[in-house]
């Protein structure tokens, strides 16, 4: 095989994954035109935001199509690359870029309804303290389950568990980072810096298992053929989800003291406002035709989520 072939290889990633990825960008640009026709006023959704979620699907892409993916398969350490940008540099930059609120506005209703979180989460998990460490447990305990030797494998050789495996890294990342990072889950400061420490801690905890293993415990890679023995890739992986991992965390911590000392700016007056009904009438709006979009957006008491467009700016 030449160079120039083994570098074209590198590139063949799943089309379903590239179509994923798309039909995610589309979801979100359509979501932004939902709610720019809902909502009146400058900055629907602010530019910042926007770039977080474009910079989010980019790690992504990074992860999931071209040489990472496929050096993933055989080695372990470029496989913990690709976990951590799943888990941890991905997650943030979409709950930033507010993909669940704009893409949900894409999704038609009657789907929208079925996968709203609250649907689904109890009561007592939907902010607070609680939803922190309830949050961090589930993040947490994805890291371990598909780090032990059992599921990681079956994950080496099987598509749909890789898939999985995929899926929920990216799922307890957004699931952790929503609740610490979107100021409406009413976390304290200290309860939202607890909760990435509880979430960094056992992770901590895994690579450091790993690094200090007498043995390898994976036996699904061939770090022979890049010059590396199955143990030191695995040292190699564990120090990069040791190191470079923590820091993602600590990152994240200084976003959220920087969030909690900052206080929340009040949001221009949308819609109707103060004016009323004339106000409308001298913008150009109908007030029946108002009101109907907010009959839309405000049927359901559990979507209010869904109207925070520009409350966490």
Do not use: K
Not at 25 to 30: H, I, K, V
Not at 159 to 173: I, N, R, Y
């Amino acid at each position: 095989m030449t160079q120039a072939t083994a570098t074209a290889s590198w590139w063949q990633g799943d089309p379903a994954t590239a179509l994923a990825l798309v039909a995610t960008m589309l979801l979100y640009l359509q979501g932004r035109r939902e709610l720019a026709a809902y909502r009146s006023g400058p900055a629907v959704l602010p530019r910042w935001r926007v770039r977080c979620f474009h910079a989010g699907l980019l790690v992504m892409a990074v992860a999931l199509v071209g040489p990472v993916d496929v050096v993933a398969e055989d080695l372990f350490w470029v496989h913990m690359v690709q976990h951590q940008l799943l888990a941890l540099a991905a997650p943030p930059l979409l709950v930033l870029g507010r993909a669940g609120l704009v893409i949900g506005r894409a999704l038609p209703r009657s789907v929208r309804r079925v996968v709203h979180p609250r649907r689904w989460t109890p009561r007592p998990l939907r902010s607070g303290a609680a939803a922190g460490v309830a949050a961090a447990g589930v993040h947490a305990g994805t890291w371990w389950l598909w780090h032990l030797p059992g599921p990681y494998d079956l994950a080496l050789r099987w598509d749909a568990a890789h898939v999985a495996e995929h899926v929920l890294f990216l799922g307890s990342g957004v699931v952790l980072w929503s609740v610490i990072l979107r100021r409406r889950s009413r976390i304290s400061l200290p309860a939202a810096l607890l909760s990435v420490l509880a979430a960094m801690l056992p992770t901590s905890v895994l690579a450091g298992l790993l690094t200090f293993s007498a043995r390898s415990w994976y036996g699904g890679h061939r770090a022979g053929a890049w010059g590396l023995t199955p143990l030191e890739d695995q040292q190699l992986g564990a120090a990069l989800m040791w190191f470079p991992g923590s820091l993602s965390y600590l990152a994240v911590a200084a976003v959220v003291v920087f969030r909690g000392l900052t206080p929340p700016t009040a949001p221009p007056p949308t819609g109707l406002g103060s004016a009323g009904p004339a106000g409308a009438l001298a913008a150009g709006r109908s007030p029946a035709v108002l009101g109907a979009r907010r009959h839309d957006v405000g049927e359901h008491q559990d979507s209010s989520a869904d109207r925070s467009g520009t409350d966490e700016r």
